[in-house]
């Protein structure tokens, strides 16, 4: 074969040109397939931590966030809730929280950091259904013991205000205490550990 009239510049020019058009076009048919692998922004999100502001939460008031797909709690404990949480604990299944989910942070009476700051994964550790806040006093549905709680309506557990359960109830463990930790005073992060000492 004769290569006397080949321009060898010309034939190296053109080999790189379409090497480096195929690796860009490679690289435009790789992207939608790759990209589709990660996980959506939503299943991210499911996933990371979340923030609650509790500057204007009242005394009593429970507010509601989803973390992980799950409903949380965060319960601003009145004085007399958490005096009624020291009295009332022969009624309870587990009171000291030995056979239930909590950070070490939270292994204690009032299973919190701060007293009067609760929270709990709001589904009823029986079969998952969502208990009910009911923070009234000896309510006639609930009967003269009820001293403020979460009632699970699908069969019949209870739970004081610090989540834990009664005896003879179907619920075997006492409400989960997710990770969480405290920015400032008044902002929480749900789903990180925190470093503080129990309460």
């Known amino acids: 074969m004769n290569n006397e009239g080949v321009d060898r510049s010309k034939r ?3 080999t790189t040109a379409l090497t480096v058009v195929g690796a860009v076009g490679t690289g435009y048919l790789a992207v939608p397939f790759l990209s589709q692998m990660q996980p959506s ?18 005394a009593g008031q429970l ?15 009145t004085p007399e809730a958490l005096e009624i949480l020291e009295k009332e604990t022969a009624k309870l ?3 000291t929280s030995e056979e ?3 950070p070490e942070h939270s292994h ?16 009823c550790t029986h079969l998952g259904c969502s208990p009910t806040f009911r923070p009234e006093i000896a309510p006639n549905d609930l009967g003269e ?9 699908c069969h019949g557990s209870g739970f004081d205000l610090a989540g834990r359960v009664y005896r003879s109830v179907p619920a075997p463990t006492n409400l989960e205490v997710p990770p969480y930790r405290y920015i ?3 902002l929480i992060i749900i789903g990180e550990e925190s470093t503080e000492a129990s309460a």
């Open 184 to 186: 400032t005073d008044t």
């Open 108 to 123: 204690n009476p009032l299973r919190s950091i701060k007293p009067e700051i609760f929270i709990a994964v709001g589904l």
């Open 93 to 95: 299944a587990d009171p």
């Open 100 to 102: 239930s989910k909590q």
């Open 145 to 153: 013991n009820w001293k403020g709680g979460f009632f699970c309506p």
């Open 12 to 14: 190296q020019f053109l």
């Open 63 to 77: 507010i509601r966030v989803a973390w992980r797909g799950k409903p949380v709690w965060v319960l601003s404990r």
């Open 41 to 58: 922004a939503k299943a991210m999100a499911a996933g990371a931590p979340v923030e609650v502001d509790i500057s204007k939460i009242e």
